[in-house]
């Protein structure tokens, strides 16, 4: 009888998802030659090679994208049963793996983090920051509880709470303060500088501007990796660009900047957390997102009408 331990499971399905041993390993938190060993003796015990090696890198053969896809399903069934058991008591405690998109998490996480553990310190809070499709992909494989992303996702398989809402602001140099806000049109025609390809942020600002797939581009659309970077560039004369609400103390504090409104209707997004509807924990992570709705509610900041800096 073939008889896989949970182990060698949680081994192979990081060594499947990370593509290399090492970084696999550091996953798990144990040495290379240990989880090499444990996936070694998976296949041995399969009678069948899940991997294709090679000095650089590990692939997957026809039959180990099968198998990892059952794998992840059953260690997301395993997990659920400890949430079963957390979802028992009125107040969630124990591990809370969340997720955030990078343009919420410096400005949400450390309120967030303080409000969540003040009201329960049994919590043990695991953050996780990446992009949009990388938290949905996660959150169905059941290796994150929750995620904190812009809505809508579309997700049949998940449940959409809206957290709050917020405009996007228009950041310039500051000697352009008390001047006409651009237009939707006007920006199309000027230095815009935006976050790489992969952040939902990009493309709401691209939607706002009208620029879909087959428009014209900005001139000189210039890509950074964080809202500080594009801020900064801002300071120095190289652009403009947007940024939410939330973003605003922190990133305009220490640079060169004025600050404006667009006129109604303002280009806004909603935030919202997101969850599987199979999850146990629903209940309580109902919860969680009304203490993380608070948290968002006090950080709203003071932000000036349209045209001023």
């Known amino acids: 009888m073939i008889s896989p331990t949970l182990r060698q499971l949680r081994y192979f399905e990081a060594l499947a998802r990370h593509g290399h041993f090492g970084r696999a390993a550091e996953s798990c938190s144990v040495s290379q030659p240990a989880l090499s060993v444990q996936v070694k003796e998976l296949e041995d015990m399969l009678g069948v090679e899940l991997l294709e090696r090679s000095s650089r890198q590990v692939r997957l053969t026809g039959f180990g994208e099968e198998f990892v896809v059952r794998v992840r399903e059953i260690l997301r069934q395993v997990d659920e049963l400890g949430d079963l058991a957390r979802a028992s008591r009125r107040q969630l405690v124990g591990r809370l793996r969340i997720g955030i998109i990078p343009t919420i998490a410096p400005y949400l996480l450390p309120a967030m983090v303080a409000g969540l553990t003040r009201d329960n310190d049994a919590l043990d809070i695991h953050l ?76 709401q600002a691209l939607s706002f501007c009208n620029i879909g797939m087959g428009a014209a581009r900005p001139r000189e659309l210039l890509d950074g990796s964080s809202l500080t970077t594009l801020v900064q560039m801002v300071g120095a004369g190289i652009g403009i660009t947007l940024i939410p609400e939330i973003a605003v103390s922190v990133e305009t504090r220490s640079a060169p900047v004025s600050i404006a409104r667009f006129e109604d209707p303002q280009p806004t997004r ?40």
């Open 128 to 203: 996780r920051e990446t992009v949009t499709p990388k938290l949905i992909e996660e959150l169905l494989d059941g290796r994150l509880d929750t995620a904190i992303v812009a809505l809508p996702v579309s997700e049949p398989q998940l449940t959409e709470v809206a957290l709050f809402e917020e405009s996007f602001l228009l950041v310039r140099p500051a000697e352009d303060a008390g001047k006409p806000v651009p237009s939707r049109e006007t920006l199309r025609e000027m230095r815009l500088l935006l976050l790489e390809e992969g952040h939902c942020f990009r493309e």
């Open 270 to 309: 909603t935030i919202g957390m997101i969850w599987r509807k199979t999850s146990p924990i629903a209940p309580q992570l109902s919860g969680i997102a009304e203490v993380v709705r608070r948290c968002a509610e006090a950080l709203r900041p003071s932000t000036p009408a349209p045209g001023n800096g």
